[in-house]
């Protein structure tokens, strides 16, 4: 029961994701499939039930996506392919986007279908009558084929305001056909409280299913309409990471989850897993290389902050002034006021979360701190580059000797101009070379290698350095390289970070560098993978 209302849910309320589907229609956000695969982990360990992956039908990607995600052991979530109903006049058993969800092999499937008569006329172009149809026959078939369904009543609120009956029909048809959940959506987020609320109290009157919400953030009411749909009955919440989605987004499903949990006195997820909710929205950002949205509430940098004067001389006489939650608890820190036991309580706990065996003191914990606020001033960022953070922890704490010194490196890049056939076919041709002098122990190597770039041609001269001493480095490669500008305003001399993925073929790690050079910024965040591999993996050799 909600402290202070007298009012709880009737079932417990579910968490539903769409990040991966809906959240990717966000103008400039692009995931690659490994993305899409780590931010999949990174929603299971959050402890969301529900995980839509994305559309199997519409995209090779996204078939791709499912075969990998049913290989790994999710603790919490089940996971959802999206598809569509029939086609008008079609069969449910034939149709390509009904076939295409059941080839994924999901135990959940998500139907979209239109419960607006006008959209039905309009861009169907059938009937209402062949719409409730396609509804009913999608959702039995699949329901017959053992998945549990999810029916996204697209354009609910706009078709409840128009033709009320007719929106409430479509729920019923899945709602009969065996439908778990019939889910209400505003599809262009224009919708006002109070005809949430209505569309949900009504939809509860006519189907016995669960009613969940998915609201898009058009008209800025997208976190507020999740909530007052909860309150009106509502027992799924369907929402993206950061408020990503099409237009202006969807409903932010941490600022849903902060809410539910700590104003609604709903048990969503663990205390533990609401002090991720910070590290998930900056993991996710970095991930996208997107800039975290520092005014972002409960996870964003400045959520917390306060400037010097009268806020801060409250805060000293009575903590909390100015805070309506405590930031620990979803897992942020309240600046100005920096709480040295904020800080050094996320230290110890991103070791914790990343298997690392190291008991620090508190005077190493603070040096670590410092450390970290200092690179961070540089334009470094650690929630998405764990191997970097380890080797920064291990270098200021330990006595720690690195497994090889790269003295000097050198990069040449010529552009050399070549005539093909004839005289007007011409073409300019890029060359990079890359000359290293790598000292292990006593033994120096220097190499020369080309590349099709600058940072190409790095990686395939410390290859050959390393191999004569560390012969695994062989199978290290580079998965993603991302590039962000930090500091736009300095033009040509801005500082850029760099995050660069790797794999092994049997795991996973990442790191970063920052600097107004992006070759130095790369090598600084090749450096860190190359040594965080030969610490973990490449000694034994």
Request: with cysteine; net charge negative.
């Amino acid at each position: 029961m909600t402290p202070g209302t007298g009012w709880a849910p009737d079932q417990p309320v579910e968490l539903y994701d769409t990040t991966l589907r809906d959240g990717l229609g966000m103008e400039g956000l692009s995931l690659s499939l490994e993305d899409k695969l780590l931010i999949l982990q990174k929603l299971d360990d959050l402890g969301v039930h529900y995980i839509e992956g994305g559309y199997p039908g519409s995209n090779p990607k996204d078939a791709e996506f499912f075969e990998r995600a049913r290989q790994l052991p999710l603790k919490h979530a089940r996971l959802v392919a999206f598809g569509s109903t029939r086609r008008a006049g079609g069969d449910a058993k034939s149709d390509p986007a009904i076939q295409a969800v059941l080839k994924a092999g999901t135990p959940v499937v998500t139907l979209v279908g239109k419960s607006s008569s006008e959209q039905v006329r309009e861009v169907l172009q059938t009937t209402e009558e062949e719409n409730l149809a396609m509804i009913r026959d999608s959702v039995a078939h699949l329901r017959a084929e053992g998945r549990d369904v999810v029916f996204d009543a697209e354009h609910f609120f706009d078709g409840f305001a128009d033709d009320p009956d007719y929106a409430l029909a479509t729920l019923r048809a899945a709602d009969q056909a065996g439908g778990g959940t019939v889910a209400l959506c505003d599809t262009n987020g224009g919708s006002l409280p109070e005809h949430v609320v209505a569309g949900v109290k009504a939809a509860r009157e006519v189907v016995s299913c669960r009613v969940g919400i998915h609201v898009h953030n058009d008209a800025d009411m997208a976190v507020a309409n999740t909530l007052l749909a909860v309150q009106a009955g509502a027992t799924q919440v369907q929402a993206c990471l950061n408020g990503w989605g099409e237009r202006t987004g969807n409903a932010n499903i941490l600022s849903v989850i902060a809410n539910l949990k700590l104003k609604l006195g709903l048990d969503v997820v663990t205390d533990d897993q609401l002090r991720r909710l910070t590290e998930t929205a900056h993991f996710a950002s970095e991930l996208a290389n997107l800039q975290p949205n520092s005014q972002q509430p409960y996870v964003g940098t400045g959520a917390f902050a306060h400037k010097a004067g009268l806020h801060v001389a409250a805060i000293t006489k009575s903590p909390g002034s100015y805070t309506h939650v405590d930031p620990l608890a979803v897992g942020n820190i309240e600046r100005v006021l920096v709480s040295e036991l904020a800080g050094r309580r996320n230290i110890v706990q991103k070791l914790r979360e990343q298997g690392v065996e190291l008991e620090l003191t508190d005077e190493q914990t603070v040096r670590v701190l410092e450390r970290v606020k200092a690179q961070e001033a540089q334009g470094f960022q650690y929630e998405s580059a764990e191997a970097s953070f380890e080797l920064l922890v291990r270098r200021e704490v330990e006595q720690y000797r690195p497994p090889f010194d790269v003295e000097d490196f050198l990069i040449v890049q010529r552009r050399r101009h070549t005539r093909r056939r004839g005289p007007d076919d011409a073409e300019n041709e890029l060359l990079s070379q890359a000359m290293v002098k790598v000292r292990v122990g006593d033994q120096v190597s220097q190499i020369a290698a080309d590349g099709n770039g600058p940072v190409s041609a790095l990686v395939s001269a410390v290859h050959g350095a390393l191999e004569t001493v560390f012969p695994g480095v062989a199978a290290v490669h580079l998965i993603d390289y991302k590039v962000r500008i930090i500091n736009s305003a300095g033009g040509a001399d801005a500082a850029v970070r760099v995050l660069i993925e790797s794999s092994d073929g049997l795991h996973l790690w990442r790191t970063v560098g920052a600097s107004t050079d992006i070759i130095e910024a790369s090598w600084i965040a090749l450096q860190d993978a190359y040594e965080y591999w030969i610490r973990r993996w490449g000694q034994a050799e």
